[in-house]
């Protein structure tokens, strides 16, 4: 089951080197914009690797300032990482790494 | 499948304490890039940089491992191709040890309690040719340590702890990488030593988000990056001595700022340090480093924090300076002084403010005590605020007869007694600061760096047992540091 867009936005930021807030609960069809508040690079990688391939930015195009936003249509928990700052280590988040739920 | 393992990470997730509950078994991810280049010829002899006000000995770095420490010792490449599966394949307490060669490798470790040494600081070389992210990436292992090795061209960081309770790292290079040299983060109970670190456009070596930090960094030289150290929202017995800190833009930059937790920067003792020719125009620099260039100790917003005994010279701006750092886009309001003291982790669940504006970060509080300044060229001593300089609390003593913005310092703020004079006298134009156009930075990945010198080598590599980083830091007494000479040319 996936939503349209809503047009309600929730921000992420990447600072060095925590995602705040860690964990957002948001409801279908809300975009959700990270943005780069740090001084260091980042990126926002999912862990799941399919969804890797539908949403995500990478360190080229998220440097300090920059934004990036994705609507979440399809509810869900969705896991992500910045790769040089974190990772799931035996299923735990270690490190700069953020969670969304997504709503119906 | 899929949304089996991803309910799984998400409820791991949500349990998860970020800084200390790793298990021992390997990460699932592997990011690490794993080809391991030819061995090289281990060297016979080592020679050492010179570290003023170090004792240093040439120590002669072992080529045989007989006898071998004991205990479970994992060799490489002679059992394991690479580092990193080793490093997987260790249990907690063991001993890694890695003969002379390079490696292309970005080693993720998440095993607690192990040692990671090189049989060869100058020839043990972790290679990350400019792709690769961290030399040495410890993720929530507790108790790790990694030692006698060199980390080069890695896109981020050469040897990097994030979220640990205890680390060490010891007889360490660390020279041109893209972020810090040696970093630790978000970690508490550590020890750097011997390190040298080079080629950084931010620090070289730095630690910072922990509140009490519990660590000393010791017996380091850093040169040729941005920031010779700095650490961001870091302190609570966090030491910096008998260190050199030199070619750098600015030299020891403790500094507070909410684009990381944990703030403010405080109860930081420098002590006991050269600090020298911090004005390097030629190296990679992130934006504070050029903000801060020419200056050789300078807490930008910190506070609490304790300068002492250190000989800092030929810096074009300060020698000590205590200035505000100015946050045009902050992520959150000034903390209330009754909250400096708070530690890092009930910091963390504070909720956040985001203002309309920039804030201003004023260094306050801060002890600057028996310090020998010369040539600094602007003043050894600089205090300034674009308020009122005379209600920071800052206080200055028995820094012989150092020039100073305001002028007379110490009549003005001594420690431990009721100054005395006209703060407006000699007060130094901060907001002219901002304004000031600096040398740009230049790309990490070709700065024009020293060659690379062979560096002291831990003692008995080969076959010191293996000792991980359950019992760090070193206890130190202050009191025995001595304003350290000046280096020999």
């Known amino acids: 089951m996936t939503a349209a867009a809503n047009g309600k936005t929730t921000t992420i930021r990447a600072i060095d080197n925590n995602f705040v807030a860690q964990n957002v609960t948001v409801q ?77 | 499948m899929k949304r089996y393992l991803i309910a799984l990470l998400a409820v791991g997730f949500a349990l998860a304490s970020c800084s200390s509950d790793a298990k021992s078994s390997p990460a699932s991810e592997g990011s690490a890039a794993t080809v391991v280049a030819t061995s090289v010829a281990a060297s016979t002899t080592a020679a050492t940089t010179t570290m003023p006000g170090v004792s240093t000995t040439s120590v002669a770095p072992a080529t045989t491992v007989r006898p071998g420490p004991v205990g479970d010792v994992l060799n490489v490449p002679a059992d394991y191709p690479t580092i990193q599966k080793a490093v997987d394949s260790a ?61 080069t061209n890695y896109t981020s960081n050469g040897f990097f702890w994030t979220g640990v309770t205890g680390y060490h790292g010891s007889y360490l290079t660390a020279y041109r990488t893209g972020d810090y040299g040696v970093y630790a983060f978000d970690s508490s109970k550590g020890q750097l030593d011997h390190v040298y670190a080079a080629g950084s456009p931010d620090a070289g070596v730095y630690i910072g988000e922990c509140f009490p930090c ?63 020719s911090n004005n390097q125009a030629d190296t990679p620099a992130i934006d504070v480093a050029l903000l801060a260039m020419g200056n050789g100790i300078i807490p930008a917003g910190g506070v609490l924090n304790v300068i002492e005994r250190n000989r800092v010279y030929d810096h074009d701006k300060g020698g000590i300076s205590l200035v505000p750092f100015l946050e045009n886009d902050p992520n959150d309001a000034l903390p209330d002084p009754s909250t400096w003291t708070t530690s890092c982790a009930e910091s963390k669940t504070r909720p956040v403010t985001e203002p309309a504006g920039p804030i201003l970060w004023d260094s306050q509080q801060n002890r600057v005590i028996g310090n020998v300044l010369e040539n600094n060229r602007v003043a050894d001593i600089l205090v300034a605020s674009l308020g009122d300089v005379s209600t920071l609390g800052n206080c200055f003593a028995d820094n012989g007869a150092a020039s100073s913005f305001p002028k007379n310092i110490e009549k003005l703020a001594p420690c431990d007694a009721k100054g005395s004079g006209d703060w407006n006298d000699g007060k130094y134009d901060i907001a002219s600061w901002l304004s000031e156009v600096h040398p740009p930075s230049v790309d990490w990945q070709t700065a024009t760096l020293p060659p690379l010198q062979p560096q002291e080598q831990m003692p008995d590599a080969a076959t010191a047992p293996a000792h991980p980083a359950t019992n760090v830091p070193e206890v130190v007494n202050l009191d025995d540091i001595k304003v350290p000479d000046k280096p020999v040319s």
């Not at chain 1, 539908?54 to 936003?69: E, I």
């Open chain 2, 214 to 276: 519990d660590a000393v960094i010791d017996r380091i030289v850093s040169e040729h990056n941005g920031l010779g150290y700095s650490g961001t929202n870091s302190g609570g017995n966090l030491l910096v001595i008998n260190s050199v800190f030199r070619f750098n833009r600015a030299g020891i930059v403790p500094n507070s700022g909410s684009y990381e937790l944990c703030y403010p920067e405080r109860q930081t003792t420098i002590v006991g340090n050269v600090v020298y």
């Open chain 1, 28 to 104: 279908a069809g809300t975009n959700v914009q990270w943005s780069n508040r740090g001084r260091n690079d980042h990126d926002v990688v999912p862990v799941d690797a399919t969804g890797a391939a539908a949403w995500g930015v990478s360190l080229k195009d998220f440097q300090p300032g920059a934004t990036y936003s994705h609507v979440f249509t399809t509810p869900g928990s969705y896991v992500y990482i910045c790769t040089i700052h974190g990772s799931i280590v035996n299923g735990k988040g270690v490190g700069m790494v953020g969670l969304i739920t997504v709503t119906t």
């Open chain 2, 91 to 151: 249990k907690p307490g063991a001993l890694i040890l890695i003969s002379p060669g390079t490696y292309h490798e970005a080693v993720n470790v998440t095993t607690d309690n192990l040692t990671i040494r090189g049989l060869d600081r100058n020839t043990v070389i972790l290679d990350g040719q400019l792709k690769l992210d961290n030399g040495v990436r410890v993720l929530g292992a507790k108790g790790v340590t990694v030692e006698n090795m060199t980390a």
